[in-house]
């Protein structure tokens, strides 16, 4: 019986600081969504695995050259989170998307003291034609100040759109009542013992 109630007791300390560590981080998910557009002479070039120059139908990437301002897109939309980030210039990164490595860098940029960034998880190729290209995905956005959060992106010759699904995060109240229930067994079996 004194086991039992050591093991609630370690348990819901656990689970009680989880919550308490969660709460120091942030967590304000990113809500909104985003629309980049070409800067003025920029353009991207379709690349094969050995970032050799190809045609669209054979590419397996993405190379970046950045236009007059030295950016490769600029924000033309936010919304949500992003609201007041337009015209902003953003740099996008290369990438390989046949394979695709989660985690690959997508874009970033500074807005108000905040670094806006996104990370790539997943890529499916939806039209690689000779003239066209349309990729879409998921991955995580990061916002300074607020919680990465899940989302779907695509990115469609010049356009490229980011879109959160962020749902509401029921582990920390959860955890909070595991922990109290743990605390309130522990002290019953305590008094019985």
């Not at 050591?6 to 981080?25: C, D, E, N, R, Y």
């Not at 557009?37 to 379709?46: G, K």
């Not at 349309?134 to 879109?163: K, Q, V």
């Amino acid at each position: 019986m004194k086991t039992l109630r050591q093991l609630l007791l370690t348990a819901s300390i656990f689970a009680i600081s989880s919550v308490a560590s969660a709460i120091v981080m942030p967590t304000t998910p990113i809500v909104g969504g985003i629309a980049f557009s070409s800067e003025t002479n920029a353009y991207w070039t379709s690349v094969d695995s050995l970032w050799n120059s190809t045609t669209l139908a054979a590419s397996t990437g993405i190379s970046f050259t950045a236009g007059d301002n030295g950016f490769d897109q600029n924000v033309v939309e936010g919304t949500g989170s992003f609201a007041g980030t337009e015209n902003t210039g953003v740099d996008f990164f290369d990438f390989q998307f046949s394979p695709l490595a989660s985690g690959t860098p997508l874009w970033s940029f500074n807005y108000s003291g905040l670094t806006y960034s996104f990370t790539m998880n997943s890529v499916t190729t939806l039209v690689k034609g000779t003239s066209t290209i349309l990729l879409e995905g998921n991955g995580f956005m990061s916002i300074d100040g607020y919680a990465d959060t899940y989302g779907n992106w695509d990115f469609s010759g010049n356009r490229f759109s980011f879109s959160s699904s962020a749902v509401p995060e029921p582990g920390l109240a959860l955890l909070l009542g595991v922990g109290l229930i743990g605390f309130g067994v522990s002290r019953k079996l305590r008094k019985t013992a």
